[in-house]
């Protein structure tokens, strides 16, 4: 008999932690309140239980995905994953509890209460990801591409095939700064590494007349005769246009290089130290 817990499940936010929830689910045979990181856990009323991550036991869940429930639901839940719905570990779990009673059929079940919620959350990761594709832009400091984004998803693993093919040459960063996390890139060599705050140099000369430059081609393209303020919103939401070098928003307040501790206190670090510093840096 299922067990409906009180208990709220406390990982320690990898994919492989997760799960391990549900690994814990079906060997306690419960379905747990909810499930939450460990630094949201500590501000829980309900009573917690901390689920330790266990390579063998990640394994053997996610093993067992793709032939029970089908390859799809394995990408689908790992893009869920990656998204800033609330309760998206609850719901995956939920999910694969369904799909390991159903099979395959489970991806057709678009307006059950679990299925939905999912399908929405991966939608806009994948709608995301896809306009900052096109929406990241990079600036040149000490001989390596920079770009922040500042993401509702954590899009930088749908992000890193892009632009690692695109700029095989190059060097570059992607700093997330929402999730606080980079893309680093040397030729052939990537990794997602955490980024507590990102220190920028001051833009020389150079960099500065390319901006400019930039902005003289967007402005210059425009039919005036067709400006349409609210259809370009509708392709190109606002909230991109914080970091996008046509608008030059980002470009007016200049970073103070030489500090090491950010206006709010934090430590931050410089470009060089991200590109080149002492970060381990995988195989592409």
């Not at 998204?83 to 678009?110: H, S, V």
């Not at 500065?208 to 919103?233: A, D, S, V």
């Not at 980002?250 to 670090?269: E, L």
């Amino acid at each position: 008999m299922l067990n409906r817990s009180n208990v709220i499940y406390c990982y320690d936010g990898s994919f492989e932690g997760l799960l391990c929830c549900v690994f814990e689910s079906y060997a306690q045979q419960e379905i747990p309140l909810d499930i939450a990181t460990s630094d949201k856990c500590q501000t829980m009323l309900w009573p917690v239980k901390e689920i330790l991550t266990n390579i063998q036991n990640a394994q053997r869940v996610q093993n067992s995905i793709a032939p029970k429930i089908g390859t799809a639901a394995l990408d689908l839940v790992r893009r869920a994953f990656l998204t800033c719905f609330a309760q998206k570990e609850l719901y995956i779990l939920l999910f694969l509890r369904k799909g390991y009673r159903y099979g395959p059929a489970i991806m057709n079940m678009l307006t059950d209460e679990v299925v939905s919620p999912l399908f929405k959350a991966v939608k806009h990761l994948n709608k995301e990801s896809e306009l900052l594709r096109g929406f990241v832009r990079f600036s040149v400091f000490n001989n390596a591409l920079v770009a922040e984004i500042e993401p509702k998803n954590f899009v930088l693993p749908m992000l890193k095939y892009h632009f690692c093919e695109r700029y095989a040459e190059e060097r570059f960063l992607i700093y997330d700064k929402t999730h606080g996390m980079g893309l680093i890139y040397q030729p052939y060599q990537a990794a997602i590494v955490p980024i507590e705050a990102l220190d920028l140099p001051e833009a020389d000369e150079y960099e500065l007349e390319f901006r400019e430059l930039w902005q003289l081609f967007y402005n210059t393209i425009e039919i005036q005769g067709r400006h349409n303020p609210q259809c370009r919103m509708s392709h190109m939401p606002k909230r991109y246009w914080k970091y996008m070098t046509e608008f030059g928003t980002q470009f007016r307040t200049r970073c103070n290089h030489d500090s090491s501790k950010s206006s709010s206190g934090r430590s931050t670090t410089s470009i060089a130290q991200a590109i080149w510093g002492d970060q381990v840096v995988e195989k592409k």
